[in-house]
């Protein structure tokens, strides 16, 4: 049986529509998941809505709306984006779906028993926007000397009684988990700020609200619903099937990798790991937290009229260009910047003009003077194996390398290298030439252009999942040649001239983009 793998995105707060960031970690994730997938691994991606907490009743309450009839409505935006976005998950979560409460209750009494929850009255800061408390000494002064939370949203003093979890009991705990486990924390700068604040000494967290009750009732405890953190981290169990303790939870737990945003990263990599260490469960293996996107370098707010709607991205310039943009352009775990101009231009430049012209010259070429007919090489030349070579070690070596890392514009860089070594090599042998004066080396030239084409659409599946699906088709490419282990079989190509698999005239797979007239989706 394969080896598992288990990732996640972080759980969405459908409050509004889905923005470029949910589009970027949701692209991101699928990529990670879908490259696990093409090198043997058994792989569940877990996405969804966290559709409880305050700000959640407050947004229904001003639109006049049920809560739950809003949240039907808000996550099923995001589960269009996923659908739009080609995103691979293998179950949607909603935090009001009755599967979770059951969850959510389990991991509570789990607590509960292990003793680290008490009743108490909680006084202090309170952000609804973040759905997170701050201490006195994380406040920073607004306008008007008005107190904000660290990342300057209002925050407002709340007294309520409260369920307390121990929190304070597993400082040790966390800065021992930091240490044994490494990478549990990626990039390096998010663990450093995470060491900081726990090293600082924690306090005893309030994880139940009394003041409103949208959310998971707590056991035992009329009036009061869980916190909706707590609530929503448990997506990652109840998406594989807990408190059921075997089948799916018992094959992929711990998870391999909670990807999400970095102003996040607090509740993942401390209260997170507290409240499963408390629940006796072990603790995910990793957590990335990836920077934020920047439209022109600025900051997306509405006040500035630059949010962008991902699925108008999507719509104007392709699913794949989208996808092949974000993780080429901007460096995992940094913020990056965005531009319709930036997009054009990178597409253009490199899927366009370089591996989509690459394959339509040479299929073209294949389809109108050899009637689609597989080229058969004679005898190998230095420059032949040398292009071979490049393909193999960026296909084989580099670009899995660094998608296993995360780092996706590295294993992008190496690919691109292969393809510009592919576009060189194909106008200095010059085929078109070859045609005339020899036509057994022109075989043998456009045989390693075909086994270069297969390899490059092969290895960039994770990113652009279409478009290399429709180019292995037009290659001829079965299911079973498509992973990264088929990578290794030289003899597949033989295989397919043995069969006599003839070229069809091919359809272009990547059109050249065009700036929006009007420009305004940045």
């Not at 039907?72 to 589960?79: G, H, L, Q």
């Not at 591996?355 to 190998?380: H, W, Y």
């Not at 899995?400 to 996706?408: K, Q, V």
């Amino acid at each position: 049986m394969s080896e598992p793998y288990y990732i996640t995105t972080a759980i969405a707060y459908p409050n509004g529509k889905p923005h470029i960031g949910h589009a970027y970690e949701a692209i991101a994730t699928d990529a990670i998941a879908r490259f696990q997938r093409l090198m043997g691994r058994d792989v569940r991606l877990v996405t969804g809505t966290d559709e409880h907490g305050l700000k959640m009743a407050q947004t229904a309450r001003a639109a006049d709306r049920e809560t739950l009839e809003f949240a039907d409505e808000m996550s099923s935006y995001f589960k269009q984006m996923c659908e739009t976005l080609n995103i691979s998950y293998d179950c949607f979560m909603r935090t009001s779906d009755p599967r979770h409460h059951e969850a959510s209750i389990a991991l509570w009494k789990a607590m509960e028993a292990s003793g680290d929850l008490y009743l108490d009255r909680y006084e202090g800061w309170y952000s609804v926007r973040d759905e997170a408390y701050y201490g006195e000494e994380e406040l920073v002064e607004g306008e008007g000397g008005i107190k904000l939370s660290p990342q300057g949203t209002p925050v407002e003093w709340t007294v309520e009684e409260s369920w307390f979890f121990r929190l304070s009991r597993y400082q040790d705990k966390l800065l021992e988990l930091y240490n044994s486990q490494p990478d549990f924390i990626r990039p390096e700068s998010r663990k450093n700020e995470v060491l900081r604040f726990v090293e600082g000494g924690l306090k005893d967290l309030s994880v139940s609200r009394t003041s409103f009750d949208w959310g998971v009732p707590v056991p035992g405890s009329p009036g009061h619903v869980m916190y909706v953190w707590v609530d929503a981290l448990t997506t990652y169990l109840s998406g594989i099937g807990f408190p059921a303790r075997e089948g799916e939870f018992e094959r992929f737990w711990p998870a391999d990798a909670h990807i999400i945003g970095k102003d996040i990263v607090r509740f993942h990599t401390v209260y997170w790991p507290a409240f499963l260490m408390s629940a006796g469960l072990p603790i995910p293996k990793q957590v990335f937290g990836h920077g934020f996107l920047l439209s022109r370098g600025e900051k997306m707010s509405k006040s500035l009229g630059n949010v962008v709607d991902p699925m108008e991205l999507a719509e104007r310039f392709g699913v794949d260009a989208l996808r092949y943009f974000l993780l080429r352009e901007v460096s995992f775990g940094q913020d990056g910047s965005y531009s319709a101009e930036a997009i054009v231009t990178r597409v253009n430049a490199e899927l366009a003009n370089s591996f989509g012209n690459l394959a339509q010259r040479t299929l073209s070429f294949i389809s109108k003077n050899l009637e689609g007919r597989l080229p058969k090489a004679d005898v190998m030349t230095s420059d032949d194996e040398a292009l071979l070579a490049i393909v193999d070690d960026a296909c084989r070596n580099d670009v899995p390398r660094e998608f296993a890392s995360f780092t996706f514009s590295q294993g992008l860089e190496s690919w691109m290298k292969a393809v510009f070594a592919c576009n060189q090599y194909i106008d200095a042998q010059a085929p078109w030439t070859l045609r005339k004066t020899d036509p057994v080396r022109m075989e043998t030239v456009l045989e390693v252009l075909l086994r270069a084409i297969r390899a490059l659409a092969i290895a960039v599946q994770p990113i652009i999942p279409a478009s290399s699906a429709r180019l292995l088709d037009q290659l001829g490419i079965d299911a079973h040649g498509r992973d990264y282990a088929a990578l290794n079989d030289q003899d597949y190509y033989n295989n397919m001239v043995s069969v006599d698999f003839r070229l069809s005239p091919p359809s272009p797979i990547f059109p050249r983009l065009e700036l929006p007239a009007d420009d305004d989706v940045d």
